[in-house]
């Protein structure tokens, strides 16, 4: 990391940091949220953007991590922080499981098969085996944590929307330091060179099987953490929060985010959280035909979606800098 | 892997300094000088957004109390939002409303899942949640729930009803019973079951449940048809509905036929099933049908169609959804004007508690709605009606409290 690096990260770390004390409540929700899905969309990029699988079903290992951490609060008492590890292990182990038979699918039939885990879920949970875990239609409505009293004797006090947004941040620091560390190893230029050529990659002794079916499974533990997260934040699970239009959602942030990018990920979360609303408050009659407009016009005009954009206009003002 | 972070530090720097940042100052939470702001949330998109029609009508409603001079000489502000039937979505837009907007209350939020997903935090901030749009028992909580109240007769009253019905004109009957499984259909089940009595364990000889995801309800009806039922309660949605009409007809079971209210539309129900195939169904009604020929000169319809022609002229004049809207929105106004001068939260619920015999015209004759402290139901009776191939034609008095 160049200095100049160091310091934007700094200085977005402390403007993070900064911003629940200065919007409401309501806005904090909502920047919690923009924080949840950027580790999603994390997760999802290491899989389709790094590895080039595409998965129309990864809100269904979103909706496994925010029933993990409900029915574990909800039914067992377990602290809501403590969900977080359990709801990672379950997608990974999920994920991973699904990642093997998957190995056999490329492309468009793989993104079939993830849609059919995608479509299938929902109605799954609504079982009538497991409504006395899950609640069936009728969802599970949690507690909403309140900052821990070590906090206020030291004279910090937050409300809960407050410290649920700090929570969410410290996780998601954790979660992307992670990420950055294993993209820029040996496991992320595996990831990317399997994608490129995988049979060259595999000339070159990667284990590509294990490679993939890994990816799946850490793509995976990055939704599962970040659904339980969710729940957390909207208190409340149900089926049909987590229908097949929220795994479209996700891969529709990643693109716009910009697909194999780090970053790319809070842009896309940006996206995902802010343009809905703004398209519901330009127009009530048709707000998903305005939500379609923003998305052609970001797909026209970023192609490489923003952190791409970006990019690019970095590039070009240092050739600039360089040759005047 | 270079992170290159600048822009977005740029990008929250931004959005602090914008003015929705900036806190919002009023003396008195949802009153804007002359205007009562009122929040409102129903799904416009998604898979229930045929509902999306309720909320104009309401709209238009509330355009039409305000032209003629508003409430108490206040005018009627609704902040309506799209939640496309997403729980979580309901919630973000419940807060922006609760804290952002600062609205008085949420009127109608529509269905069971989205509801319940505010309901705890509507009651923790103490703000009115009132007249939701879906017929679940558990909103007449007021011991628990003090800040939410249904509007619409609740599924089990509905059922107790039929198995009145049936317990008097057919105490010997052997009962099949269609549900959609989840906790609507199960509401119905359990009322049916309680209003049947120690009985209900002989007389009901076959349950079979679907998914709202299946296709057809074939294999369903084959089953209860094969158990020798001669009486058949229909709790489904109208697609099923109408395949269930359709296939105890076309069978040659044909069971003296109870359909739950949820499916009773003329026009989405009975007419894509066959109306000579639905002669004899039995349901129940609380609102006038304004597609019922004999309705047509009623004062409360007729005034209803000019209104819609005004008000609301691109509006579905056959859907019951847009009388509904009109006749929710009534109940609406009539509590703030009970509520006079005293607009705080606390009398908004203390006057939607204090209903007394409240009878728009929209309801039909003999029903009225009561509300106490200890009862959040508005409305706790309805009539039966039998379909005679063209209409329902209503029999009997008003049933219920």
């Known amino acids: 990391m160049s200095r100049n690096n160091l310091v934007a990260l700094a200085v977005v770390l402390a403007a993070a940091c900064v911003l629940p004390f200065l919007i409401s409540e309501y806005r904090t929700f909502q920047f919690t949220l923009v924080l949840v899905y950027a580790i999603a969309l994390l997760g999802l990029n290491m899989l389709t953007g790094y590895n080039g699988q595409i998965s129309l079903g990864h809100g269904a290992f979103y909706a496994i991590g925010a029933y993990c951490a409900a029915i574990l609060m909800d039914k067992y008492g377990v602290p809501y922080w403590a969900t977080l590890p359990v709801a990672g292990a379950v997608c990974l182990v999920a994920g991973f499981l699904f990642g093997l038979p998957a190995l056999k699918l490329e492309g468009l039939y793989l993104a079939l098969a993830t849609f059919a885990l995608g479509v299938s879920l929902p109605p799954l949970l609504k079982h009538h085996h497991l409504e006395q875990w899950t609640g069936g239609v009728q969802g599970i409505s949690i507690l909403k944590p309140d900052s821990p009293e070590i906090l206020t004797e030291l004279g910090i006090v937050l409300n809960q929307d407050q410290w649920l947004y700090f929570f969410t941040l410290a996780v998601t620091v954790a979660m992307f330091l992670i990420a950055w560390n294993l993209l820029r190893g040996r496991i992320g230029r595996a990831m990317v060179a399997i994608r490129d050529n995988h049979i060259a990659t595999e000339t070159m002794g990667v284990n590509n099987a294990m490679v993939k079916s890994l990816t799946f499974g850490i793509s995976a533990m990055y939704t599962g953490v970040a659904g339980a997260l969710g729940a957390i934040a909207v208190q409340f699970v149900a089926p049909d929060s987590f229908n097949i239009f929220l795994s479209i959602t996700l891969l529709i942030g990643i693109v716009i985010g910009g697909l194999a990018s780090i970053q790319g990920a809070i842009y896309g979360a940006l996206f995902i959280q802010f343009v809905p609303n703004i398209a519901d408050d330009i127009s009530k009659a048709a707000p998903w035909a305005i939500f379609g407009l923003f998305l052609l016009a970001f797909v026209y005009v970023l192609p490489a979606g923003v952190a791409g954009a970006i990019r690019m206009g970095m590039a070009r003002l240092q050739r600039k800098r360089q040759n005047p | 892997m270079k992170m290159n972070l600048i822009p977005i530090a740029a990008l929250i720097s931004a959005s602090l300094a914008s003015p929705a940042a900036l806190a919002q100052k009023k003396e008195v939470v949802g009153i804007a000088g002359k205007e009562i702001l009122l929040g409102h949330i129903n799904p416009y998109s998604g898979p229930a957004s045929a509902y999306g029609t309720i909320g104009r009508a309401i709209a238009a409603y509330f355009k039409k109390v305000n032209e003629e001079g508003g409430v108490n000489g206040r005018l009627l502000n609704m902040i309506s939002y799209d939640d496309g ?232 004049l056959v859907a019951t959804e847009n009388f509904y809207g009109w006749c929710v929105a009534q109940t609406m106004v009539q509590v703030i004007k009970q509520a006079g001068n005293n607009l705080t939260r606390e009398n908004i619920m203390k006057q939607a508690a204090s209903l007394k015999d409240f009878a728009p015209g929209c309801l039909l004759p003999g029903i009225k709605i009561n509300t106490s402290a200890t009862d959040f139901a508005p409305i706790e009776s309805v009539r039966l009606a039998k379909f005679d191939g063209k209409d329902w034609v209503g029999f009997g008095d008003v049933m219920g409290k």
Request: aromatic residues 12%; proline residues 7%; glycine residues 6%.
């Open chain 2, 85 to 316: 039937y997403s729980p979580p979505k309901t919630v973000e837009m419940a807060r922006k409303l609760v804290e952002q907007d600062k609205v008085l209350l949420i009127f109608q939020p529509l269905g069971t899942p989205p509801n319940t997903a505010i309901h705890k935090y509507m009651n923790a901030k103490k703000v009115p949640q009132l007249f939701v749009a879906t017929g679940a028992t558990k909103w007449n909580d007021p011991k628990k729930f003090p800040w939410t109240m249904g509007w619409q007769p609740n599924y089990q009253t509905e059922a107790k009803i039929y198995a009145a019905h049936i317990l008097k004109n057919k105490p010997n009957a052997k009962i099949a019973v269609l549900y959609q499984n989840d906790d609507y259909g199960k509401d119905y089940l359990e009322g049916f079951k309680a209003g049947l009595g120690a009985k209900a364990k002989t007389m009901i000889v076959k349950e079979a449940s679907y998914e709202v995801a299946d296709p057809t309800v074939d294999s369903q009806m084959a089953q209860l048809q094969a158990s020798g039922a001669d009486t058949f309660f229909n709790i489904t949605t109208p697609k099923f509905a109408a395949q269930a009409i359709r296939r105890a007809w076309d069978s040659g079971w044909k069971p003296t036929h109870y359909l739950n209210n949820v499916s009773a539309s003329i026009g989405t129900t009975l007419r894509p099933a066959g109306l000579d195939k639905s002669v004899g169904l039995f349901t129940t009604q609380y609102l006038k049908d304004q597609n019922d020929k004999q309705w047509a000169s009623d004062p409360a319809v007729v005034e209803w169609t000019a209104f819609m022609k005004k008000y609301y002229p691109e509006g579905n």
